[in-house]
């Protein structure tokens, strides 16, 4: 079992920034895909961002390409999303995920850090 702990949300003005961290807990960390999701106030969760096992391969929804960035440190078990250029519409909860192999699908789930931008 893969325990996720995010870190670094918090409230941000609109065109300003914030990097998110989840760390995980497991030795299998380094070979698991990893990802972002974000569930805003009545709203389903979505998929933000997926990165692949070396940290070779990103993907990331239409609505965050070219602002949000996803990284992977695997000596230290701990996965980034870098957000730039935050807007309005990106104020959720956003969830680390441990994802299922080949696929896009959260496998386990992070507690979630809250991300707040004011206009």
């Known amino acids: 079992q893969v325990q996720l702990l995010e870190s670094g949300g918090g409230l941000v003005q609109a065109g300003g920034s914030l990097r998110l961290s989840c760390a995980a807990s497991?030795?299998?960390?380094?070979?698991?895909?990893m990802g972002w999701f974000r569930q805003a106030p009545g709203n389903e969760r979505e998929f933000v961002a997926g990165?692949?096992?070396?940290?070779?391969?990103?993907d990331y929804a239409d609505s965050v390409k070219g602002r949000f960035t996803m990284s992977r440190d695997n000596a230290r078990n701990t996965v980034y999303l870098q957000m730039t250029g935050l807007k309005p519409e990106d104020t959720a909860v956003y969830y680390c995920a441990a994802l299922k192999p080949g696929t896009l699908e959260p496998d386990y789930w992070g507690q979630g850090t809250q991300v707040t931008v004011s206009s």
């Open positions: 990165i692949s096992v070396s940290g070779g391969i990103t």
């Open positions: 497991a030795r299998a960390f380094s070979s698991t895909a």
